[in-house]
Structures are given as structure tokens and as C-alpha cells.
């Protein structure tokens, strides 16, 4: 089964830049949607932004539209989050996540989860 690692979070000032990195072992990167959820103290976790296996699709939270954007290669096992224009309110844990694996989109589940990168913004 894929296991998930992700890095690149920290502390950042509001209006900067980060991204995210996870990298997939295990399973057949290519066959998974990926997805990047965060959550923040006392709060649910969140979707924040998902990608099909190929790459042609993406989907993302209201809240994050037109600055965060999410990629993968492949190739790499790689999927990112490129995230900008950061606010205090983006503060979370981070998690990347794999569905099921059977190219299905949208997916329905996801049954895979990474350890989270802590994200701090401040203002």
C-alpha cells in the first residue's frame, strides 16, 4: 500500500510563500487521485485542494483558490502544493492523502494519509 511523506512547512510571515512536497512509496503513484487537506487547532480537518491521477484535474476549497495551486509528477511520486499570498487563517496541519487508487474522479474516499507538516502564519 502507498505511505506518505510530506515536508516544506514552517513558520512564514502573511503575504509569503511555501510549498508543500509529498512523496509517494509503495503502489502505483500514476493510479491515484492525491488530495491535501489541513487542520487547524480545534478545528475539522478540511479539503484544501485534490488532484487527478493524470494531472488534468484539480479541485480546490473556496478559500484557496487563485493561491494555492496543486501538481504532481509522476515520474517523481511526487505530489506539491504551492501555496501563496499565505494569511493567518491558513495556519494548520497539513496532510496529504491517496484515495483508492481506481482512477475515479471524483474520488470517493481517501484511505491514505501522511504524518502532516505544521504550517504557521503569522500576521
Known amino acids: 500500500q502507498v505511505q506518505l511523506v510530506e515536508s516544506g512547512g514552517g513558520l512564514v510571515q502573511a503575504g509569503d510563500s511555501l510549498r508543500l512536497s509529498c512523496v509517494a512509496s509503495g503502489g502505483i503513484f500514476s493510479n491515484y487521485v492525491m488530495g491535501w487537506f489541513r487542520q487547524a487547532p480545534g478545528k475539522e480537518r478540511e479539503f484544501v485542494a485534490s488532484?487527478?491521477?493524470?494531472?488534468?484535474?484539480?479541485d480546490y476549497a473556496d478559500s484557496v483558490k487563485g493561491r494555492f495551486t496543486i501538481s504532481r509528477i509522476n515520474d517523481k511520486n511526487t505530489v506539491w502544493l504551492q501555496m501563496n499570498s499565505l494569511k493567518p487563517e491558513d495556519t494548520a496541519v497539513y496532510y496529504c492523502?491517496?484515495?483508492?487508487?481506481?482512477?475515479?474522479?471524483?474520488?470517493?474516499?481517501?484511505?491514505?494519509w501522511g504524518q502532516g507538516t505544521q504550517v504557521t502564519v503569522s500576521s
Open positions: 488532484i487527478s491521477w493524470s494531472g488534468g484535474r484539480t
Open positions: 492523502a491517496a484515495d483508492r487508487g481506481l482512477r475515479v474522479w471524483p474520488p470517493s474516499t481517501y484511505v491514505r
